[in-house]
């Protein structure tokens, strides 16, 4: 897997773009990419790390604020053990071959989902890469890993529940933003767009909360052939969209 987080500053944005504050992305298709091209599943997430890379190049270059990529959910600990140990190496490896760069772009990378089921070293891991980017200001990595939003959400319940049996709080206080602080995702703005690759059309468990006003694009590609060029396509098609949060007319941006 070669590390070319190589990020062109020189590049200006097109001019008329609206730019979201945060995309997250349902980053789907690394399989099929891979099966028509007669390679091992495995091929697909490489390359899906190296259009992972791609992505947060671009954000950077484009100006977005926060970028969540799904690279794990709670679902897929259905998969085979073998590819499951894969995708948690490309985690790993990620780390070691980009860390840097991130650094030196100034990216602060945080890992949402439960860490319970994650081995010890992992865990460290993850707890190193949020520590020695969590002063940076640039671009907000969120990798959702071992994440699940009706586990997230369930999880923020027993936590606000804690908190009541407690006597810390009392259940007429609890509002949205009493759930919104003990989601993963606390002090995160919501996602203003997310994209999914490969053609299917679902949410599939992420970011059920905070997706509540997201506007949702599919788009055709597998993730390992996301490039610019699908990434403008996006962008179109998110100015396009007329914003309503249930109101009449554009209520905020
Ligand atoms: C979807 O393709 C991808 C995944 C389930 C996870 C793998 C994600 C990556 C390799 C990107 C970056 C990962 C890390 C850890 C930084 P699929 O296998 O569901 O494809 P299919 O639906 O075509 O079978």
């Not at 062109?8 to 099929?32: C, E, F, T, W, Y």
């Not at 099966?35 to 484009?62: D, F, Q, S, W």
Request: hydrophobic share 40%.
């Amino acid at each position: 897997m070669s590390s070319d987080l190589a990020i062109a500053h020189q590049s200006s944005p097109r001019p008329g773009l609206k730019i979201p504050g945060h995309i997250g992305v349902i980053m789907d298709g690394n399989g099929r990419w891979a099966k028509a091209r007669g390679k091992p599943r495995t091929e697909g997430h490489i390359e899906g790390v190296n259009a992972l890379r791609r992505m947060v190049e671009l954000c950077i270059r484009y100006g977005v604020g926060h970028l969540t990529v799904f690279s794990f959910s709670s679902e897929n600990w259905a998969r085979p053990r073998d590819e499951i140990n894969f995708i948690f190496s490309l985690l790993r490896r990620f780390v070691a071959s980009d860390l840097q760069k991130l650094i030196a772009h100034n990216v602060r990378v945080r890992i949402i989902g439960a860490r319970e089921g994650l081995d010890d070293s992992l865990r460290r891991l993850i707890e190193d890469v949020e520590a020695k980017t969590a002063r940076n200001t640039g671009l907000n990595l969120h990798v959702a890993f071992n994440y699940g939003s009706k586990a997230e959400i369930t999880e923020a319940v027993r936590h606000i529940a804690r908190a009541v049996a407690a006597g810390e709080l009392l259940p007429a206080e609890i509002n949205e933003g009493t759930v919104e602080r003990a989601l993963y995702t606390s002090g995160i703005p919501d996602p203003d767009v997310i994209i999914r690759t490969s053609g299917e059309q679902r949410v599939s468990n992420f970011l059920l909360w905070q997706g509540a006003y997201s506007e949702l694009v599919f788009v055709e590609d597998n993730w390992p052939d996301f490039d610019e060029h699908t990434f403008l396509r996006v962008l179109d098609e998110y100015a396009m969209r007329e914003r309503r949060f249930g109101g009449v007319e554009v209520a905020r941006q």
